[in-house]
């Protein structure tokens, strides 16, 4: 009897092919509830889901019993319970790595970002990159990649705050560690890319943003949600701060009347720090082999909870 998997996401059919050949496979469109109580005959024989965006609830692992792995198509996975998740014995797995360049160049793309609608005058002048300060907030892998450009592309100075340190890149790019209110007030440029959790919720706020340069300019390529977005639209219609590059909103898709859309000083971009073709193909690919392994009793790829295995 095969095993039975739910696919809640954007798989090539070359993907979906090679799970279809080893599972049984039913595919759901992305506006389906998962955790509707409607799709809880569905569930109750599925070992499998994988997709992106999934709204994974404690309810729907109780209508679940034979999960026995998620992998999602996101390299964040804020939206899933881990500890229930672990608690039953459910791997998560996620795509790390495989989209780090393509959500770096995003980000620097965001720290390049000015707009121009008619010959220019001041009002319009852009800000210097090169032998600036830029701020890394967080500095895992995607943080690093951005680091990298800034440091090696611009000749930029790094600074961090990471909660732990990072020799390595102190030697590779001259990179020095902050505490995030240092940084906040000596960085020209502050890119956050910590993941979110309950310590990174609502770390940027109006007291944060009130450290930063009134020339200084915030990016966020990290999830909304780390950020208090009345806070910063404050501090950007007050002159706090100087200009944002936004890619990710506390409410996505962002409301068509958020002020954030109209701000002159605002670049925002849809969620797409990871969306090229290539990428989106490689995070997908990432999460079929993760399942794949997980259901023939192998170790995936990309394990976020070990303790699942236990
Ligand atoms: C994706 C991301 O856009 O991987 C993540 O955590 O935020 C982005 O790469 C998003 O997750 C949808 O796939």
Not at 129 to 148: D, E, N, S, W, Y
């Amino acid at each position: 009897m095969k095993k039975q998997l739910v696919v809640q996401g954007r798989l090539s059919d070359a993907q979906l092919a090679e799970l279809s050949g080893l599972f049984e496979v039913e595919v759901l469109p992305k506006t389906t509830a998962l955790n509707d109580p409607a799709n809880h005959a569905l569930l109750a024989n599925v070992h499998g889901i994988i997709g992106s965006g999934l709204a994974i609830t404690p309810q729907l692992l109780d209508a679940a019993p034979k999960l026995k792995v998620i992998a999602t198509i996101s390299v964040g996975y804020d939206n899933i319970p881990v500890d229930e998740l672990t608690k039953r014995g459910i791997m998560l797995c996620n795509t790390p790595d495989v989209l780090t360049e393509t959500t770096a160049d995003t980000g620097f793309t965001l720290i390049m970002a000015d707009k121009w609608q008619a010959s220019i005058g001041p009002a319009l002048f852009g800000s210097d990159v090169h032998g600036k300060t830029l701020g890394m907030v967080g500095f895992g892998r995607i943080g690093q990649a951005v680091a990298r450009r800034g440091a090696l592309g611009f000749g930029m100075k790094v600074i961090y705050s990471n909660a732990s340190p990072k020799p390595e890149l102190e030697s590779e790019l001259g990179a020095q560690r902050r505490e995030l209110n240092e940084l906040l007030a000596e960085a020209d440029f502050v890119c956050v890319t910590v993941p979110l959790t309950a310590e990174t919720e609502r770390l940027v706020g109006a007291q944060e943003f009130a450290l930063m340069k009134p020339s200084g300019i915030f990016i966020n390529i990290a999830r909304g949600k780390v950020v208090d977005e009345s806070a910063l639209i404050d501090a950007l219609e007050n002159g706090v701060i100087q200009a944002a590059g936004l890619d990710v909103f506390e409410q996505e898709p962002l409301r068509a009347t958020s002020p954030l859309t109209k701000m002159p000083n605002v670049v925002a971009l849809p969620h797409i720090g990871s969306a090229t073709h290539e990428t989106r193909d490689a995070m997908a690919q990432r999460a079929v082999n993760n399942i794949r392994l997980a259901l023939q009793g192998e170790r995936p790829i990309s394990l976020v909870n070990e303790e699942a295995c236990r």
